[in-house]
């Protein structure tokens, strides 16, 4: 069992940058891959993010390469996403999944466990 609880999100303006924190509670967190995704009003959740156990292997949504940095601290048990040059429509809830297994996918449902989420608004 893992519990996740994202933190940093707020309300930034159209080019600012934030960096939001997923702190893994539980066992053997270093043996989870973990992603970002991210859900906006009336929409499905989408990919943003993914980092394997180990950090080899990193997978971004198209839509944020460049702009983006995933990472994590499997001593802090905490993984990260460093958001640069925030857009408005990337205004959603952010959330943090983990993966048993390490295996990065871009598939919401091969996630075992999620966070609550953290609210990321960005104005024009």
């Known amino acids: 069992q893992v519990q996740l609880v994202e933190s940093g999100g707020g309300l930034v303006q159209a080019g600012g940058s934030l960096r939001l924190a997923c702190a893994a509670s539980?066992?053997?967190?270093?043996?989870?891959?973990m992603g970002w995704f991210r859900q906006a009003p009336g929409k499905e959740r989408e990919f943003v993010a993914a980092?394997?156990?180990?950090?080899?292997?990193?997978s971004y949504a198209d839509s944020v390469k460049g702009r983006f940095t995933i990472s994590r601290d499997n001593a802090k048990n905490t993984v990260y996403l460093q958001m640069n040059s925030l857009k408005p429509e990337e205004t959603a809830v952010y959330y943090c999944?983990?993966?048993?297994?390490?295996?990065?996918?871009?598939?919401?449902?091969?996630?075992?466990?999620w966070g609550q989420g953290t609210q990321v608004t960005v104005s024009s």
């Open positions: 999944g983990a993966r048993a297994g390490g295996i990065v996918t871009r598939n919401l449902v091969a996630y075992d466990y």
């Open positions: 539980g066992r053997s967190f270093s043996s989870y891959a």
């Open positions: 980092i394997s156990r180990n950090s080899g292997t990193i």
